[in-house]
């Protein structure tokens, strides 16, 4: 099995990872991708949503390649679409959907998996202040409404004191972590 060299090169060189107890630092790369795909949601800056594909699907479709996909999981996604206030755009597809909208619909696909991490690259990169508040306050309350612990990369200092826990990144070394009171 071929493994691209930077993905090689993302492990740590010291420490440990744990997700959900499990220590990932150590894994093989298949069970780093199992790891992955059962305990890990991801949100990337872009949505990347599938042109073809209606907000529904979107998410269904994640569980389809979990090999679990079931009316339930259909019910499911229907439900995370209502969480992110997109209930009424199930049926849509990306081209019909505001960038905050395409965001929400990001967010929800990286929930029906029921991760235990989200890891959220700069989601508020493409949208103006008014979205950008409103899809970081939507993760504040995802976080706290699934217990899931939310990892969050961004540039915008703003936000920090929605957070619990805030560090900075200058010339890839970090500062301890800051304790916030969000």
């Given amino acids: ?17 744990l997700i959900d107890g499990t220590d990932a630092t150590g894994l093989g790369d298949r069970d780093v991708t199992a790891l992955r795909r059962e305990k890990v949601g991801i949100i990337f800056q872009q949505p990347n949503l599938l042109p073809s594909l209606t907000a ?13 996909a079931t009316k339930a999981a259909r019910a499911r996604a229907a439900d995370l679409l209502e969480v992110v206030g997109l209930a009424s755009s ?12 395409r965001q929400r619909v990001n967010i ?8 235990k991490v989200l890891l959220v690259d700069e989601p508020t990169a493409a949208l103006d202040h008014e979205r950008s508040d409103s899809i970081v306050r939507l ?26 826990a805030a560090a900075t990144m200058r010339d890839g070394r970090s500062t301890a972590p800051v304790l916030t009171d969000a």
């Fill in 90 to 101: 199930a049926g849509r597809r990306p081209h019909q959907l505001s960038g905050g909208q």
């Fill in 56 to 68: 529904l699907e979107q998410l269904v479709i994640g569980d389809h390649l979990r090999r679990k």
């Fill in 139 to 164: 993760l504040r309350r995802v976080t706290d409404d699934f217990g899931v612990a939310t990892v969050m990369v961004t540039h915008d200092t703003e936000f920090v004191p929605l957070t619990d």
């Fill in 1 to 17: 099995m071929y493994v691209a060299p930077y993905l090689a090169a993302v492990r740590p060189t010291r420490d440990r990872v």
């Fill in 108 to 115: 929800a696909r990286a929930l029906v998996g029921e991760p």
